[in-house]
């Protein structure tokens, strides 16, 4: 089946400084990349989205950026806040409803 | 404001209760939902789709006695854990996908198994 991974299972940020969250996937047919953002004891929360026919979608102090070329999707975070500290997963659908994630990737924000 | 609410947010029981989680969709009829587990420090996985007027769907792997889907009308979805043990502790979260949107996730329900 499809796999989705992510680079990095940590990673620790002042606050104020940019975080940058990697994630790999091997389904070449996936065409629609979402991240979540999960505190802890809640569901995933919606961050933005990209579809295969771009390669960066901006959104409020977060952009995604998408390699399809080496099946990489990033997630940056512009001036990162304490209340951006959660596990942040990516997933990914091939047009068949259904989403696969990733492994998710804890940062913690340094005050 | 919230698009699904999950009911209810935790369970404690005893092994052999069956135990049942509503999912409700508030802002659009949704025709599909899906429900997902999700273990300590692990990622969510899939367990069934959930559709409207049929039979759910479920993923490889997942006892469909074990996990009983109701999806009677286009707000609301309930998983059934029947005769729960210990090992079906876990975090259970549903999600709705509204058409040409990403799914929106509940808040999920912590079901704890003594």
């Known amino acids: 089946g499809e796999s989705v991974g992510l680079h990095l299972p940590t990673l620790s940020v002042q606050e104020g400084d940019n975080s940058i969250i990697n994630c790999a996937y091997s389904n070449s047919a996936s065409d629609y990349f979402i991240w979540y953002k999960q505190e802890s004891g809640k569901g995933p929360q919606f961050i933005i989205d990209?579809?295969?026919?771009?390669d960066k979608r901006q959104g409020q102090r977060v952009t995604v950026l998408l390699n399809k070329t080496v099946k990489h999707l990033s997630l940056q975070i512009a001036a990162t806040q304490p209340g951006d500290s959660a596990v942040y997963f990516c997933?990914?659908?091939?047009?068949?409803?259904?989403?696969?994630f990733g492994t998710g990737t804890r940062l913690t924000v340094i005050p | 404001g919230a698009v699904v609410s999950q009911h209810p947010s935790r369970v404690i029981c005893k092994s052999g209760t069956s135990v049942k989680i509503e999912c409700r969709s508030l802002d659009f009829q949704a025709t599909t939902m899906f429900w997902y587990r999700q273990f300590p420090k692990q990622s969510l996985m899939l367990m069934a789709t959930?559709?409207?007027?049929?039979?759910?769907?479920?993923e490889q792997g997942v006892e469909k006695d074990k996990f009983l889907i109701n999806h009677a009308s286009l707000t609301l979805s309930t998983l059934t854990v029947t005769s729960a043990h210990p090992e079906d502790s876990s975090f259970y979260i549903c999600?709705?996908?509204?058409?040409?949107?990403?799914?929106?996730f509940g808040d999920g329900t912590r079901l704890s198994i003594l």
């Open positions: 959930s559709n409207e007027g049929s039979k759910a769907t479920y």
């Open positions: 990209i579809r295969s026919n771009m």
């Open positions: 997933a990914e659908t091939s047009g068949a409803n259904n989403l696969f």
């Open positions: 999600s709705i996908q509204g058409q040409n949107q990403p799914q929106h």
